[in-house]
């Protein structure tokens, strides 16, 4: 199978839970976790009579996230009913936005694939709707929790600007960062708040017609969207090779199984009978809210790696790192303060703070010290204060004890010795105690000089400044 | 003390809870004897309420010594059985609600209970009030107080017959194509249809949610003026309820009409009504001039097609309105293999054959394909409905019309026609499609005793002025009710 003669062809509809304490539509609990049905009310839960009442901090946040993604933002948008009925579905339509979204156009840069030109995903729409319960399928019964339902969403769509799986996982990596950076989302895949429905086709390598794509729906994790996409798009150029056509169908991933399936025509509606939500009034936007909103706008992970690059001369790769989370830039910001070496400031957050972060499972801000004690251990280490390792030590600890860098430094005794006297000392001791390998130093055998260093440094308890033993004995071994 | 204290009026029975001449308690007892005498005549309710009734008037009699009660406290009011009442059964006249008990009060009941007002039940209407005559109902036909053989109009029609049988002082209806003026007039009392927006729609099941509107049946201009009053206002619960400040409606009943422009549309005044209708509204606009009034001819060019856009607008909104009726969380549910069979078993046997019908029109309406050429269409003539409304107040104050081409018709008379059932409602549904209040009052009987109403539309938040035009109407007194022949 000639797979390389082809490109895939993808767009994304990722569907976000907003960072909202009540739901779209009704003053119930968005909390997660809550028991079955303890979040709920005669609104959503669609009883006769009920009517719905927009929670304006959904619109903020939805605002928020179109400036962030360089959208326009609708000042006249209207709601509408979208119907089909699923037991999760209590009104038997879903309130969604269908002709006029809150934002349009837009678009989100990638991080670079390593020749610096970011690659630019065109979004074609942003709007706001209302998520649907959950089905829960116990032994012999099928129960209905609605504590999701009426949760608002956004739902988040590209252009078919994506060509490969690992473009599509960066897009929603970045995508899940902007909607972090502006407190719009969690993006906790886990718990259903970030979900992605993908738009798949391929054609031969320079075609400019699209083939004809299948919808992969309801992944939740971006692994999921990532085999799902290169198995489909396996399953597609299999069919072309074969003289086959493509039929424009809805599939499921089965992740047990790692393949799609189509759904069943029963299993969604073909019809969705859009119409104009009567219960609601049509959405006005002032442009004061938007300049009001745009004036509280964060630096966008974008503006910010592009920084990095320019200010700090970090490369794509640490600035994109870095930037992925708001907190961690953040914490890295807050930890360089009077470091000359930015570069390995950088290289110590993503590894060493990083690596316990994510071992810990814990934020950030809860797993490490706080970055002015980092900051104050790498001083350290430029004002050769520490080694290297006695500043990886002294992290460890202070992980552990919560203390801080110079009290950790000083109860461990870490501190290095740059007494140039003593070391001078010590170096004479050394060279005295071995006169063989003095002389086959001085014969030209110069690889021993490590030796010498190693002798020296045991001798100060290793906490000697290599670079000043370097010096000395370079002279004394020199004669 | 005064006997069948069911016959007074809110104004009147007002006046007496408050001198302390009667108490709320004779007043719910003389409507509850009254109720269990004459329902198995009528069929006025689907749930008499004796116990809560009883309950809510010794509060209010309470309440009324202390002199601060508001007007409606102690009256007793039916209830059209399409506004969720908290622990009472609210069934829409539908075997799907049949044992439907909401746990919220709509906002209207909210506000009639803090207002002390005692509910005798809940009233009959065509189911989910798709109908004009109350032979839609799951609990059987209401049938007119004064000719049993009659229907009493619809779909608020339980909420008519209730007050015409003096059953009850007043009663809340609803109206999206005439559910409240033409009971009214079949029915002889008064009914008001509000301007959309002018009360709060949440807690009514909504049939058609851009043309629903709440209002009051009463025996007076003067007593619709009061619960109208109480109904009205903002509801932080409902989006599309109009802030605008409520006027004392009763203040402007001055009975002064003089120079007051009344408009006489041609198109409402057709071949084939009724004869007796037509002369009575023609009557009824003479004595408007002879109270210093001045009738104005006045042309609605896009009435003829105002039918046809209500019920693509109409039955499209409810399509998906009735989608939650579905089993799963209340109401009827008739168990089967999967949920699909589940959903169509159980509105199969829950819905009426009407609201069917409705729900196919509409889901045909907007499906694809077919929404530019119904639904966006109608939505397109009901912008030149509301325009042919703007032009037309250019040159008058009021409207006056016939409600109903005729008077009550025979219980069957059109039930396996539905299309000359519609035409029911031909001079009530542009004032729904285009949001304007309008109310219906009676003007005179035919040669069958039976009564005639006349139609009074206005602009936008008018109300002030129609009620002070009808209320002009009674006080000229050449119009005498009749007693109902029950």
Do not use: L, Q, V, W
């Given at each position: 199978m000639n797979t390389e003669a082809y490109e895939a062809v993808i767009g994304l509809e990722v569907h976000t839970h907003l960072l909202t304490k009540s739901k779209l539509f009704c003053g119930c609990s968005t909390t997660f976790g809550a028991g079955p049905n303890e979040n709920v009310c005669p609104v959503c839960m669609g009883m006769p009579g009920v009517l719905p009442v927009l929670n304006r901090r959904v619109v903020e946040l939805a605002i928020r996230t179109g400036l962030a993604t360089h959208c326009t933002i609708a000042p006249h948008s209207i709601f509408d009913r979208k119907s089909y009925f699923y037991p999760d579905l209590p009104k038997g339509y879903q309130i969604s936005q269908y002709e006029t979204p809150i934002c349009k156009g837009g678009y989100i840069d990638l991080p670079s694939n390593g020749d610096g030109q970011p690659r630019r995903v065109r979004l074609t729409r942003i709007h706001i709707e209302e998520d649907a319960g959950k089905n829960i399928h116990a032994a012999g019964a099928s129960l209905v929790d609605?504590?999701?339902?009426?949760v608002p969403l956004i739902e988040i769509v590209s252009e078919p600007d994506l060509r490969s799986s690992a473009d599509a996982g960066a897009y929603l990596r970045q995508l899940r960062a902007i909607l972090r950076y502006v407190d719009a989302s969690d993006g906790k895949m886990e718990e259903g708040s970030f979900r992605c429905d993908c738009n798949v086709s391929v054609r031969k390598r320079g075609s400019q017609e699209f083939g004809t794509r299948t919808e992969i729906k309801n992944l939740n994790s971006f692994r999921f969207v990532e085999n799902a996409i290169d198995h489909e798009v396996a399953r597609q150029v299999e069919i072309i090779e074969a003289g086959g056509r493509v039929l424009q169908e809805t599939h499921l991933w089965d992740p047990a199984r790692n393949e799609t399936r189509p759904m069943r025509s029963k299993e969604y509606a073909n019809d969705y009978r859009y119409f104009p939500e009567p219960d609601l009034p049509p959405l006005i936007v002032a442009p004061e809210m938007v300049e009001s909103i745009r004036a509280t706008m964060p630096e966008l992970p974008a503006d910010r790696r592009a920084r990095y690059i320019r200010e700090l001369a970090l490369t794509d790769y640490e600035a994109g790192v870095l930037t992925a989370d708001r907190d961690v830039a953040d914490y890295f910001e807050a930890a360089i303060p009077g470091l000359k070496n930015r570069k390995s400031a950088a290289n110590w957050v993503m590894t060493e703070v990083l690596r316990v972060v994510h071992e810990s499972g814990k934020s950030i801000g809860e797993a490490v010290p706080p970055a002015s004690e980092i900051g104050a251990l790498l001083r350290m280490i430029e004002e050769q204060k520490i080694s290297l390792n006695a500043a990886k030590m002294a992290f460890a600890a202070m992980v552990k004890s919560g203390k801080g860098a110079e009290a950790t430094v000083a109860e461990l005794g870490l501190a290095q010795v740059s007494d140039e006297a003593a070391i001078a000392a010590a170096c004479e001791k050394i060279i005295a105690a071995e006169p063989a390998k003095l002389a086959e130093y001085r014969g030209g055998r110069d690889k021993l000089f490590g030796f010498f260093v190693g002798q020296v440094m045991k001798a100060m308890g290793g906490k000697a400044n290599p670079k000043v033993i370097n010096d000395i004995l370079k002279q004394k071994l020199a004669g | 003390m005064p006997s069948e204290l069911n016959k007074l009026t809110i104004a009147e029975a007002s006046t007496l809870l408050r001198k302390g001449e009667i108490t709320a308690l004779q007043l719910a007892r003389d409507c509850l004897d009254r109720i269990q005498a004459i329902e198995p005549k009528l069929n006025a309710f689907i749930t008499v309420c004796e116990k809560e009734a009883l309950e809510q008037a010794h509060a209010a009699d309470r309440r009324l010594k202390s002199n601060e009660a508001p007007a409606l406290c102690g009256i007793p009011l039916g209830i059209k059985d399409i506004y969720a009442t908290r622990g009472v059964r609210t069934t829409c006249a539908s075997r799907i609600l049949g044992n439907f008990v909401p746990p919220f009060d709509a906002t209207v009941v909210e506000r009639l209970r803090a207002a002390g007002a005692v509910f005798v039940g809940k009233t009959n209407l065509d189911e989910f009030a798709m109908g004009s005559s109350t032979e839609n109902s799951a609990f059987g036909a209401t049938l007119n107080p004064h000719d049993t053989e009659r229907v009493a109009g619809g779909s608020s029609g339980g909420s008519a017959a209730a007050v015409a049988a003096n059953e009850c002082l007043g009663s809340l209806g609803t109206d999206t194509g005439g559910s409240i003026r033409e009971p009214a007039s079949f029915c002889g009392v008064v009914g008001m249809k509000p301007t959309y927006s002018r009360v709060s729609r949440y807690g009514v099941i909504a049939y058609a949610s851009s043309l629903d509107q709440v209002g009051p049946f009463a025996k007076s201009v003067r007593d619709a003026a009061i619960i109208l009053r109480t109904l009205a206002g903002k509801d932080p619960?409902?989006?599309?309820?109009?802030?605008r400040a409520v006027p004392d409606y009763e203040r402007a009943l001055t009975g002064d009409v003089k120079g007051l422009r009344i408009g006489v549309p041609k198109e409402y005044f057709v071949e084939g009504m009724q004869p007796e209708v037509e002369k009575s509204v023609r009557a009824a606009i003479k004595i408007y001039e002879s109270l210093g009034a001045k009738a104005v001819d006045v042309s609605m060019p896009h009435t003829g097609y105002a039918i046809a856009a209500y019920y693509l607008v109409a039955t499209a909104e409810a399509s998906a309105n009735l989608a939650r009726y579905d089993g799963i969380r209340y109401g009827l549910r008739i168990d089967a293999e999967d949920h699909i069979d589940l959903y169509n078993l159980t509105r199969a046997e829950g819905f009426g054959a009407e609201v069917k019908r409705r729900i196919m029109l509409g889901t045909f309406a907007l499906s694809a394909g077919y929404y530019d050429a119904y639904y966006l269409k109608s939505q397109k003539v009901r912008t030149l409905i509301r325009r042919d409304f703007e032009r037309a107040f250019e040159k008058c104050d009021l409207i006056v019309t016939p409600v109903a081409p005729t008077t009550a018709f025979k219980l069957g008379e059109k039930m396996n026609d539905p299309l000359t059932m519609y035409l029911s409602d031909i001079f009530t549904i542009s004032v729904n499609l285009a949001g304007l209040p309008g109310m219906s009052i009676p003007c005179g009987y035919d040669e069958k005793n039976l009564p005639i109403g006349m139609q009074l539309i206005g602009p936008p938040f008018s109300e002030e002025t129609i009620f002070r035009a009808g209320d002009a109407f009674e006080r000229a007194g050449s119009f005498k009710p009749r007693p109902t022949a029950v």
């Open positions: 609605f504590n999701r339902s009426g | 619960r409902d989006s599309t309820c109009s802030a």
